[in-house]
Antibody, heavy 116, light 107 residues
Framework: EVQLVESGGGLVQPGRSLKLSCAAS????????MHWIRQAPTKGLEWVAS????????YYRDSVKGRFTISRDNAKSTLYLQMDSLRSEDTATYYC?????????WGQGASVTVSS | DIQMTQSPSFLSASVGERVTLSCKAS??????LDWYQQKLGEAPKLLIY???NLHTGIPSRFSGSGSGTDYTLTISSLQPEDVATYFC?????????FGSGTKLEIK
């Protein structure tokens, strides 16, 4: 069974950094791309970033480009999202998801609150 | 960016009723359209990918159709456990974009 477990969320001041992790199990992590998606409180879903199986290709939404970095460690079956220069509008629950057929499996989410 | 417009934003229907949700893209997305279900307090779940492919374990009362810019999710016989918000997602081009969702309730 595919399992994705996010960690690293929390309360952070504007301008500071935070790094999310997504531990994967139940599938061959190195064979598949991965996504980060976020959802602001009471709002809809917003794609954040994606990464290819090898990590050689990455994609970002414009509003996080230059501030967020998606990466992966295939030996550890773990996906990361380094978030720098955080803004209040980055406050959301962040989900990781597999990219097999689509966004096939999702983690439970990690809550990030950016506030002074 | 491709804009995804879902309608209606809210739908109330009776148990057993056939329900149709719509998603319209601002340009051709070549059937790279998925549907996700999100129940209150839970992570989203994939229902249908690439317009009409039912994800593993999803009941057959869910189906999808469409092409070009217009796509539809149909629930053939609404069940109480289908109460949720449904989102469409286009994966034809970057950035990936979601619709704003349809909240489905039981009448």
């Amino acid at each position: 069974e595919v399992q994705l477990v996010e960690s690293g969320g929390g309360l952070v001041q504007p301008g500071r950094s935070l790094k999310l992790s997504c531990a994967a199990s139940g599938f061959t992590f190195s064979n598949y791309g991965m996504h980060w998606i976020r959802q602001a409180p009471t709002k809809g879903l917003e794609w954040v970033a994606s990464i290819s199986p090898s990590g050689g290709s990455t994609y970002y939404r414009d509003s996080v480009k230059g501030r967020f970095t998606i990466s992966r460690d295939n030996a550890k079956s773990t996906l990361y999202l380094q978030m720098d220069s955080l803004r209040s509008e980055d406050t959301a629950t962040y989900y990781c998801a597999t990219a097999i057929a689509a966004m096939d499996a999702w983690g439970q989410g990690a809550s990030v609150t950016v506030s002074s | 960016d491709i804009q995804m417009t879902q309608s209606p934003s809210f739908l109330s229907a009776s148990v057993g009723e056939r329900v149709t949700l719509s998603c319209k893209a601002s340009q051709n997305i070549n059937k790279y359209l998925d549907w996700y279900q999100q129940k209150l307090g839970e992570a989203p779940k994939l229902l249908i990918y690439n317009t009409n492919n039912l994800h593993t374990g999803i009941p057959s009362r869910f189906s999808g159709s469409g092409s070009g810019t217009d796509y539809t999710l149909t629930i053939s016989s609404l069940q109480p456990e289908d109460v949720a918000t449904y989102f469409c997602l286009q994966r034809n081009s970057w950035p990936l974009t979601f619709g704003s969702g349809t909240k489905l309730e039981i009448k």
